[in-house]
């Protein structure tokens, strides 16, 4: 019985690091209530950006399928290319794109 009330009364310990870090995050959550709205519409911006940063060359796309073309006549030279066909896909109804 002696063994098992020891251990019921032992306190766990917290590594010091463990301790900063949540010291760190109370500063910071106090300082940043404020800020939090202004934050979360500039990560929204930043991805709407991030995501129209690739513009595929014109030409590029017509030479793809070009090539599919002329390989359905029987000519060979054409490669399925996942990320063009994607980009095809998503910007077909675009006729100043393609």
Known sequence: MGAKSKSAHKKKKISKHVLMAREGQAK?????????????????????????????????????????????????????????QSWLIRHMYEADKI
């Open 28 to 84: 910071t959550t106090e300082a940043t209530t404020t800020d939090t709205k202004d934050d979360a519409n500039n990560e929204v911006v930043k991805r709407k950006q991030k995501k129209n940063r690739h513009i595929k060359d014109p030409s590029e796309a017509a030479t793809y399928l070009q090539e599919w073309k002329d390989s359905k006549k029987g000519k060979s030279g054409w490669k399925f290319n996942k990320n063009t």
